[in-house]
């Protein structure tokens, strides 16, 4: 298996899905107010891949190609349904506090792409490391994300507060833009912005 | 004096140049002896038809057309501060209330943008050039006096760093840097950027100092008379109260051809045109309010003078231009009137016009292409036939 690394790692990197592929973002925008409901979140959509892709790749020879979209909304939408049973049952806060965008993962277009680009014409165990990676690579950014807006919109992390009470005493306000929506995206694109700035060869040469 | 800081310059400058000490710094010096002394460079081939209006006199003039606002500005924070206070003052003591507030403001607003801007000329390999100075002034006009200035390099860095570096620095930016850091603030830190206890400096607790704005917002009739706020004794912004102080600025704009009088016009007719709609409406006070009351409040007069105008962010197109301002009034009034939460529409109506700018040029050029291929054709007709 000389190729595990890079089907893990690559996803963290050079074919990150949310700051290469821009793929996942609502989702991204949604989850990363806070860093505990963003980590539930990446764990939820890293499974979820994973599995998926597992069990497309095994199938992967029985699916007419006609119908196999909903062959493959099937088995994702069962391993949603799952997890969401499963947050329920075992961490029921942080479920309410991610309300629909448990079930909101299987419209989530990473998963999609994976099953379409990869599980489509690979083995299961590649599969299964690709889903795997892709997953993490998503979890990677939603928790960078979160970790900033966390600790500059509450001041706090995982829900303890960081910031100490001197500083508030100070004159020091939390940032209520980094609460607000926009602020994910604006982070994210900053990922991107740094992320391009180190690896010049990603830069698409736009000149005409 | 002059001679000696020539030659200080000149014995320093190898060291900047290519292969000297500081080598990596050669824009920051660039910047600073362009800034102490003209550039005796001249091209060398050909010739060139030279314009006398380069960057640093259009920005200069900005400033210097910002200076009545400032100044009237500075003086208000005094003024309203010991109004409030209900002390009298004689008139150098309100202006160095006024400076004492004012000028901490403007220095971190200065240091903060122009150290983030000298950065990226390094990194990038540019000239540092002379996009900041406008903004930076900018800025402290819009953001009222009181301002934690912690608070004022933040929003000035997310401003430089978002709001322009990210596109690519002066010229590229697509949305006005002066607004991004009032729009920053006003979503960050609501609680200094709005209500009634914010616009007037060292406010005691029991003194309202809500903005005509603020007061409609509210529900509240009891309006400043038009005539004061006209020549603009009310709680504001530092340069946005006084119209006159701002048509002062927009004069000098208007006499040089820097700013553009179609956006202004087309600014002032749009607000005027939703006002005039609004009272035919009427359904509330807000509604019934004159239309030219708007011009008079909060941020408009300044919004369409000096951040409409922007060369870089506003339509450039003619047609575009008109429909660019009528856009910025309509939509400026219309959240006035409309959504309580935002009680000054001037900033994000013209934010959000920013962005649509060159849609709007796109349209305009596409629809001119056409009408002339349209023409073409029936000329080759006629000439077919």
Redesign the interface.
């Known amino acids: 298996m000389p190729n595990v690394k890079k089907l893990i790692i690559e996803p963290l990197r050079k074919t990150n899905p949310v700051t290469v592929l821009v793929l996942g973002i609502c989702s991204c925008l949604a989850v990363t107010a806070q860093l505990k409901p963003a980590l539930v979140m990446g764990a939820s959509v890293t499974v979820v891949t994973a599995f998926s892709n597992l069990i497309i790749s095994l199938l992967r020879k029985g699916i007419p190609s006609r119908i196999r979209i909903i062959v493959q909304l099937v088995v994702v939408a069962t391993l949603v349904i799952l997890i969401d049973q499963f947050l329920k049952a075992f961490a029921y806060n942080v479920s309410k506090q991610l309300s629909v965008y448990v079930g909101l993962i299987i419209t989530n277009c990473i998963i999609m792409g994976r099953l379409e680009a990869f599980a489509l014409s690979h083995g299961s165990w590649e599969s299964f490391l690709d889903g795997l990676g892709n997953g993490l690579g998503y979890s990677l950014i939603l928790v960078i994300v979160a970790f900033f807006r966390e600790l500059f919109g509450s001041g706090t992390l995982l829900g303890y507060p960081i910031i100490p009470s001197s500083f508030y005493e100070a004159?020091?306000?939390n940032?209520?833009?980094?609460i607000?929506p926009p602020m994910a995206l604006?982070v994210v694109?900053?990922i991107i912005?740094i992320q391009r700035t180190r690896n010049p060869e990603m830069q698409e040469n736009n000149q005409k | 004096m002059i001679k000696k800081l020539r030659h200080f310059v000149d014995k320093t400058k190898p060291n900047f140049t290519e292969g000297g000490k500081y080598a990596w710094l050669q824009s920051t010096f660039e910047a600073f002896e362009s800034f102490l002394f003209v550039p005796d460079e001249t091209t060398k081939r050909g010739c060139h038809v030279r314009d006398a209006i380069d960057l640093k006199r259009t920005m200069i003039t900005v400033v210097i057309a910002l200076m009545p606002a400032l100044l009237f500005g500075i003086w208000n924070i005094g003024y309203q501060h010991f109004k409030a206070v209900a002390e009298c003052a004689t008139f150098w003591q309100i202006i160095g209330f006024g400076l004492l507030k004012a000028l901490p403001v403007i220095v971190v607003s200065y240091i903060t943008g122009l150290a983030i801007e000298f950065a990226f000329a390094q990194i990038r390999h540019h000239q540092v050039n002379e996009g900041y100075l406008v903004t930076g002034m900018l800025i402290p006009m819009v953001l009222p006096p009181d301002i934690p200035l912690w608070m004022v390099a933040v929003a000035t860095a997310f401003a430089v760093l978002i709001g322009k570096e990210a596109f690519g620095g002066t010229g590229m930016n697509l949305v006005n840097p002066a607004l991004t850091a009032r729009a920053f603030l006003f979503f960050a830190y609501p609680s200094v950027m709005s209500g009634d206890k914010v616009w007037i400096a060292d406010q005691p607790d029991a003194f309202s100092g809500a903005t005509p704005l603020g007061i409609l917002a509210n529900g509240g009739t009891n309006l400043p008379d038009a005539w004061t706020m006209i020549w603009g004794g009310i709680p504001g912004s530092m340069g946005e109260t006084s119209v006159i102080a701002i048509t002062l600025g927009a004069i000098l704009l208007l006499m040089t051809g820097i700013a553009s009088w179609r956006i202004m016009l087309s600014v002032i007719f749009g607000g005027g045109l939703m006002g005039l709609l609004f009272n035919a409406i009427g359904a509330n006070e807000y509604m019934q309010l004159p239309f030219y009351y708007h011009y008079l409040m909060g941020g408009f007069m300044f919004g369409a003078v000096f951040m409409a105008t922007d060369p870089v962010t506003a339509a450039q197109t003619n047609t575009g231009k008109w429909i660019y301002g009528l856009l910025i009034g309509i939509f400026a009034v219309m959240l006035r009137v409309l959504n309580s939460a935002y009680a000054e529409g001037m900033m994000l109506s013209i934010l959000l016009m920013n962005c649509f700018a060159p849609l709007i040029d796109h349209c305009v050029i596409a629809r001119n292409i056409k009408k002339r291929q349209k023409r073409a054709i029936v000329q080759q007709k006629t000439f077919a036939r």
């Open positions: 004159g020091y306000q940032n209520g833009l980094m607000l604006i694109g900053i912005w």
